[in-house]
C-alpha cells in the first residue's frame, strides 16, 4: 500500500508563487512515476506535471498551459515530489492532487488534495 501526503496550498497574488509537496510512504519501491493534477470547479482532472521515480529512469513532462511557469522535482530518496509554482495566473486556481503509478500504469494512490487559490 502507498499513501501520499501533500502540502503547501494556500492563497496567492497573481505574478505569486507556491510550492507544493507530495510525501509517499508504504511500499514505496513500486512507484514507478509520480505527478501532479489539478481540478477546478467544473472542469475535469487534468495533469499538471509528472516525473519519473523508479528504476526505469526518464524525466518529466509538463501540460503546455504551465510549461515554463511550473518545474516538478524530487528529492534524492524518490519519495517527495514537489511542484514549485511561478507567475501564478487566476487560472491556476484548482485543487491540486498527488498521483503516484506503479510499473504497471495503474494508480497506487492519490493524495487528498490542496487548494490552490489564485486571486487578487
Known amino acids: 500500500q502507498v499513501q501520499l501526503v501533500e502540502s503547501g496550498g494556500g492563497l496567492v497574488q497573481p505574478g505569486g508563487s507556491l510550492k507544493l509537496s507530495c510525501a509517499a510512504s508504504g511500499n514505496i519501491f513500486t512507484i514507478n512515476t509520480m505527478g501532479w493534477y489539478r481540478q477546478a470547479p467544473g472542469k475535469e482532472r487534468e495533469l499538471v506535471a509528472h516525473i519519473s521515480v523508479g528504476i526505469r529512469g526518464g524525466g518529466s513532462n509538463y501540460a503546455d498551459s504551465v510549461k515554463v511557469r511550473f518545474t516538478i522535482s524530487r528529492d534524492n530518496d524518490k519519495k517527495t515530489v514537489y511542484l514549485q509554482m511561478n507567475s501564478l495566473k487566476p487560472e491556476d486556481t484548482a485543487v491540486y492532487y498527488c498521483?503516484?503509478?506503479?510499473?504497471?500504469?495503474?494508480?497506487?494512490?492519490w493524495g487528498q488534495g490542496t487548494q490552490v487559490t489564485v486571486s487578487s
Open positions: 498521483k503516484a503509478v506503479n510499473y504497471a500504469d495503474y494508480v497506487l494512490a
